[in-house]
């Protein structure tokens, strides 16, 4: 019985990945390698002011100081961090003032990787900045945020546009001495998106970066930075996909989030990069940085994420929550599949009074995967009545991956309240069988219990992503069973 | 193959796990019959449902099974399924997570599919269910929970009879549907399948009381022990093992 079980898992996690194709676009790439003269080539590229150069410059400094962190439950093959090229770009002599001048190859990918540019065709309520590369190609409704006194462009047009605003907070919660990562980011990040949200405005559509890995032998950097001004609210999306390639593809990213007074703030991510085939071969390694500063009173931020894609993972969006009665939250459902590996989780930083916290962690792991949950709650001495929940539930498919936990828990002040479950679960033979005799094949049925599970996760992506998450779920696990 | 004949079962044996459960057992249904499969515990009552149903833990190792006309052994369960045959579960397995709306709207559009008809729409569906609902008096709030998750032993069995009456399939099992209800719940069950009957269907019902015959009337009564079915008759039988127990048959078996 086993291992017919285990068969119909295979067969059902071994979906293909639609997304991999490549598109024929002229790219301006920089040599492979990093130094202080790449640095400054792709600042100068960027035409950027000496404040930020001399950022890139202390960050990469700094990392020169580091080594690759590794205590992560991963086994990362060594990185050759010459021989990746940290600039590329679709070829274009001039930015964009209309969709018309965009190449439309450009156009076409987005497209069909269903995210059309074009305004009219937009659903309605959803503004989009899309990043192919190291640039941001086209954001939408940007005249219509404009109104409402919201900036949503790409990073690099901030840093032109609103150069006050990104210094006053850029690198505010990430600094560049956070981590491998972060510093390396710090030093090469290319492009990404900027938001502000001035106060007590509730920007009335979902934001959403698309990000796309498209040229061979780069690195994407992309850096995001989200400001929601006191009373203000902003739904923001980010996705992301890469061409299918033998080698892999190293993606490091900064997201940066800061809730002033009564602010809230959505961050929703469906990540879905390449994760190599099924003998582990290409993939991207997708190592992340994100973390939220909660610092206005009553305050709010939450993190949701269904990360799919990467051969490996390494994220760990955070909140520190430093205003009184601020809140974070954190849900997650993390899928590996094959030989993919995640190490995922939050770190819930308890600063200000009656601050709260909720994690909820749903890992799916089938094939030869390895998923791992890692999170901090950390309660601070001055931070009485701090109330932290934490759920962390793994299900395996199939009797060849392994999940694990790894829950920190530190507490400084003897007012606080922190609970932790967690569950493990296998999808079992009755249910699938339950599921065949009333007519429900059993890849579908996979499907079904897997989106049950991961439901009061899914419950909280926008209507506009749950869906598409919901689908992709489903497809995911394609052949994980059979 | 004589085109009245709805199940026809012969000489068939099974087990889990290299243990002979089913003896060689047959068995002929037609339209439009009811019939009762008693027996004492461990008789082999659930295994021949199973097996029936295609349940991958059972092993078939001789004999056929032919429904309509088809191989039924050759079918994948989910095939079984959608050519019409249905198992009431004896204990419904639960799905966190999943609707019922959801769970029965893949189930029926599968159905649809492998007849190469299209999805039912949102709003025809909700009207279907609306409709089958009401056979088992199915509160509303049920279909929107999850499948059978938290439910009451009386709200899953109900909950099988609205799947069945979904579905409406050609040949029902009924595996001890009445175990674990009261008696409100029991009338409740047996009306929705009583009210499901009709000359082109048939039902088994795998009971080990006669209790529930009291409320579905069975044309045909078997009993089966140690793997066979060891004696057939009319609905007499049933109120004889209900008076006399099943010793007198164990008896008459154990010293052949």
Known sequence: MQQSDDQIINNATDGEYKYGFVSDIETD???????????????????????????????????QTLTQPDWAQ?????????????????KQTKAPESLDEVDPELLKTFDRLGIPLHEQKMLSGMAVDAVMDSVSVKTTHREKLAELGIIFCSFSEAVKDYPELVRKYLGKVVPYTDNFFAALNSAVFSDGSFVYIPKGVRCPMELSTYFRINAAGTGQFERTLIVADDDAYVSYLEGCTAPQRDENQLHAAIVEIICEE???????????????????????YNFVTKRGLCRGDNSRLSWTQVETGSAITWKYPGC????????????????????????????????????????????????????SYRGLVKVAPDATGARNHTQCDSLLLGSNCGAHTFPYVDVLNPTAVVEHEATTSKISEEQLFYCNQRGIPTEEAVGLIVNGYAKEVMNKLPMEFAVEAQRLLQITLEGSVG | ?????????????????????????????????????????????????????????????????????????????????????????????????????????????????????????????????????AVVELD?????????????????????????????????????????????????????????????????????????????????????????????????????????????????????
């Open chain 1, 262 to 284: 009564r602010a809230e703030v959505k961050y929703s991510t469906v990540q879905n990069w390449y994760s190599g085939d099924s003998e582990g071969r290409g993939g991207v």
């Open chain 1, 320 to 371: 520190v929550l430093k205003g009184d009665n601020s809140v974070g939250e954190f849900y997650s459902v993390a899928v590996t599949k094959n030989r993919q590996q995640a190490d995922t989780g939050t770190k819930m930083i308890h600063l200000g009074r009656n601050t709260r916290s909720t994690i909820v962690s749903k890992g799916i792991s089938a094939g030869y995967s390895q998923n």
């Open chain 2, 1 to 133: 193959m004589n085109k009245d004949i709805l199940l026809h079962v012969e000489n068939l044996h099974a087990g889990i796990e290299g243990k002979e459960i089913l003896k060689g057992i047959n068995l002929t249904i037609r339209p439009g019959e009811v019939h009762a499969i008693m027996g004492p515990n461990g008789s082999g009552k659930s295994t021949l449902s199973s097996v029936l149903a295609g349940n991958p833990a059972f092993t078939v190792t001789e004999g056929t099974a032919t429904f309509h006309g088809l191989d039924l052994l050759s079918l994948s369960p989910e095939d079984r399924s959608h050519e019409g045959l249905f198992l009431s579960f004896q204990y419904p397995v639960e799905i966190p997570g999943v609707s019922m709306v959801n769970f029965m709207r893949a189930a029926i559009n599968a159905k649809r599919k492998y007849f190469h008809e299209e999805p039912l729409s949102a709003g025809d569906f909700l009207k279907l269910m609306r409709q089958k609902r």
């Open chain 1, 29 to 63: 790439i920089i040599p492979k390698g990093i130094s202080e003269e790449v640095v400054r080539l792709i600042s100068r590229k960027k035409g950027e002011p000496e404040w930020l150069l001399e950022f890139r410059l202390k960050a990469f400094r700094y990392w």
């Open chain 2, 140 to 256: 509303n709030k049920l279909a929107s929970r999850s499948v059978n998750e938290g439910f009451s032993g009386g709200e899953k069995k109900r909950n099988e009879i609205f799947q069945m009456a979904m579905l409406e399939p050609r040949l029902s099992i009924l595996d001890e549907t009445d175990s674990g209800l009261d008696i409100d719940a029991l009338r409740i069950v047996s009306e929705g399948v009583n009210r499901l009957k009709s000359k082109d269907n048939a039902t088994i019902v795998i009971t080990h009381y006669q209790r529930l015959l009291d409320y579905i009337k069975p044309d045909f009564v078997h009993v089966l022990y140690k793997g066979r079915i060891v004696r057939s008759a009319g609905p007499e039988l049933a109120l004889e093992l209900e008076e006399r127990g099943y010793d007198w048959i164990k008896q008459e078996i154990d010293e052949k």
């Open chain 1, 74 to 90: 991963l086994d990362i093959p060594p990185i050759d961090y010459q021989a990746i090229s940290y600039y590329a770009a679709p």
